[in-house]
């Protein structure tokens, strides 16, 4: 019996997210493209300065909701490997905090399922985000999040 290779990974660490790292789960000699997204915290939000997002979930809840997601990114295009990595704790102006990579045959399937698949994370994932400024902080939801 031959042993089928991985083709989903979905991590949630407190750990620095490497584009790179993230790409290499994905590569496979049939994919005609890879397609990633990295979110990063960037250092303003309206009028305030942001120093740092600190991230907290619920690890086993969000990573079945995130398998579940991707599932559903498979039955709308055809993909050969998905990964999304989430940082957890202390993310810092100008690192990553989310990035997903998806490699498929052709481009296209993998763009539309990208953005897709972001979007399912932002409104599904039970991952919740403290934004923390010069002068005070506050948590926040995505708008788009059911939870």
């Known amino acids: ?3 089928e290779p991985k ?3 979905v991590k949630l660490t407190t750990d620095v997210l490497v584009l790179q790292e993230v790409v290499d789960l994905v590569k496979d000699n049939g994919a005609g493209a890879i397609t990633t997204f990295s979110g990063t915290t960037r250092d303003s939000f309206q009028d305030k300065t942001v120093v740092k997002l600190d991230y907290e979930s619920y ?3 969000t990573e079945k909701v995130l398998l579940t ?3 559903e990114t498979r039955s709308k295009w055809n993909l050969i490997k998905v990964a999304v990595y989430h940082r957890l704790g202390t993310v810092p102006v100008g690192e990553n905090s989310v990035i997903i990579a998806i490699s498929s045959v052709h481009r296209k399937e993998s763009l539309n399922a990208v953005e897709w698949l972001i979007n399912q994370l932002k409104e599904n994932a039970p991952i919740w985000k403290k934004e923390i400024y010069s002068d005070g902080s506050e948590w926040k939801e995505n ?4 939870h």
């Not at 708008?143 to 059911?146: D, H, L, P, T, V």
């Open 7 to 9: 083709k989903d990974f």
């Open 1 to 3: 019996m031959e042993i």
């Open 59 to 61: 690890i086993p809840m």
């Open 69 to 71: 997601s991707i599932s």
């Open 143 to 146: 708008k788009e999040n059911k």
